[in-house]
């Protein structure tokens, strides 16, 4: 890619979360890293944010991708919090989110009801998280 | 130019305050999109409400600390901040990893504080355009303080002058060695200095130092009253001072802070304001206006310039094919050059005679 073509056009913009009390960021850190390296602009959060820090943060980054990683267990009532938040604010349309973590198969549904892109559970290769971003982004005017 | 469709509704809503529009003027000032010029000038005349606040230094000096305990204690003074904290990015792939915000503790939840990271996205030109750029969206949005954290030391340092109507230059202390190195650089820059980490070791020296620098500027003799050349008399000292033609002159301050507990931010802070109050007092915060306004103009142009020379380089089979001419000696970088802005030469001669 050259110098040119890095100024001008879209660069996809994420933020990786660590929502509630989990403190293991292992996960968010490899992929913040693996973001970076295909050429994303990538935002961590940190660890033990709340749901509102988390929808603070997406609306003034303008985030294509929000990536919320969980392994508390606890998603059933921090990702509706996030959804909820982003829709206040009218930036759910235009926002991916991923969730990747520890997230039962009963879940996952309910999850992709939600408006969750894609969930993505442990193990799954960088290569499909990237390739799925780049191909599910949502379109702007 | 006048903003159309699309393009004046997002100005009107980042007019009427929706931090989303805001949000998404700046991506497109970052993105360079259709549109983000017209967006631009529309913003235009609502700008210049907004005091613009530069913090640089060297990496791990503790600016992005700083920026935090600063934006909470404008707003414990009621006023509304915005932020735009710049970070690297990869030479190699242009991503980037944006990590000031985590920083940003004391701000939680308060919309009133917008904080945006921002990439440099390579070097060439695009960072001091979007920035500049990005802060005149937050100052027409009505932030009271606009605060640009930059990239740790560097060359883009001197490019904040360009931005900000004061700078703020971070200084670790026990970093003697630094202050040597700055001294020619990003200390030449400052109009407040703030050694941070007050708390450790060597503070004090570092404080001394940046005084001594930049009373060195000031009143070059100074100092060199040591005794050791027999007594000056006082007098003459005072003559040498008095020589400064610029009595208005602003003298550069040295604050000590320790960002992660807050201590002396609001010294910082008073600081700042005076800066401020000089600026308008003196008229220079139109000169310095006026200065930036020259160096953007002349930056979009050279910007634009480019971008139409790249068109004619594509027409002409690309830079590749150039190159390969120049390797194989059929020709020399120098007749292709002439060659290319021929035309361009021949466009503004005949616009001259005109």
Not at chain 1, 111 to 127: D, H, I, R, Y
Not at chain 2, 208 to 222: K, Q, S, W, Y
């Amino acid at each position: 890619m050259s110098t040119q073509e890095r100024e001008e056009g879209r660069q996809i913009r994420c933020l990786i979360a660590k929502v509630g009390l989990d403190g293991h960021d292992r996960g968010a850190h490899v992929i913040s890293r693996a973001f970076r390296d295909a050429g994303f602009e990538v935002i961590y959060s940190g660890l033990h944010r709340a749901p509102d820090e988390i929808v603070q943060a997406a609306v003034q980054e303008d985030v294509d991708v929000l990536g919320i990683s969980i392994l508390s267990g606890a998603h059933n009532t921090l990702v509706p919090k996030i959804v909820e938040g982003l829709k206040e604010y009218d930036a759910f349309e235009d926002t991916l989110i991923l969730v990747g973590g520890i997230i039962p198969d009963d879940d996952r549904d309910e999850m992709l009801e939600m408006g969750v892109g894609a969930v993505f559970g442990p193990g799954t290769p960088m290569e499909e998280t990237i390739e799925f971003v780049r191909e599910n982004v949502h379109d702007r005017e | 130019m006048t903003a159309t469709g699309t393009e004046s509704a997002l100005v009107g809503d980042l007019l009427d305050g929706k931090h989303r529009a805001l949000a998404r003027v700046i991506t497109k000032i970052e993105n360079r999109s259709p549109g983000y010029r017209d967006i631009v000038s529309a913003l235009h005349t609502h700008t210049g409400t907004a005091d613009v606040i530069g913090i640089t230094g060297s990496p791990g000096a503790g600016k992005s600390t700083l920026v935090d305990k600063l934006a909470r204690t404008y707003r414990d003074r009621g006023e509304t901040v915005g932020v735009i904290a710049v970070d690297p990015s990869s030479p190699y792939t242009g991503g980037a990893v944006l990590g000031d915000r985590i920083r940003m503790a004391s701000n939680v939840g308060d919309m009133d504080v917008f904080f945006r990271s921002m990439s440099a996205r390579g070097t060439l030109g695009g960072l001091s355009t979007a920035t500049s750029d990005a802060v005149k969206a937050l100052d027409a949005f009505g932030k009271d303080k606009v605060i640009i954290e930059t990239v740790g030391a560097g060359q883009n340092e001197v490019d904040i002058v360009k931005t900000a109507d004061t700078v703020c230059v971070l200084v670790q202390p026990g970093s003697g060695d630094d202050v040597q190195m700055l001294k020619a650089g990003i200390l030449e820059i400052g109009d407040v200095f703030v050694v941070n980490k007050a708390d450790m070791d060597g503070a004090e020296r570092t404080v001394a130092e940046l005084e001594e620098m930049i009373h060195m500027r000031e009143n070059p003799a100074a100092g060199l009253n040591t005794g050791h050349h027999g007594p000056v008399d006082d007098e003459e000292m005072e003559q040498v001072a008095l020589d400064d033609p610029d009595e208005e002159a602003w003298d550069p301050r040295v604050v000590e802070t320790v960002a992660t507990d807050a201590t002396g931010v609001d010294d910082l802070i008073d600081t700042l304001d005076e800066h401020a109050a000089w600026l308008s007092e003196t008229g220079r915060i139109d000169d310095r206006a006026r200065t930036r306004y020259a160096e953007e103009i002349r930056q979009l142009i050279r910007a634009d310039t480019a971008r139409l020379l790249e068109e004619v380089i594509d027409a002409r089979g690309g830079i590749d094919a150039l190159a390969d001419d120049v390797l194989s000696k059929e020709t020399d970088p120098y007749s292709v050059a002439d060659e290319l802005v021929g035309p361009v030469r021949e466009c503004v001669d005949e616009e001259l005679e005109r």
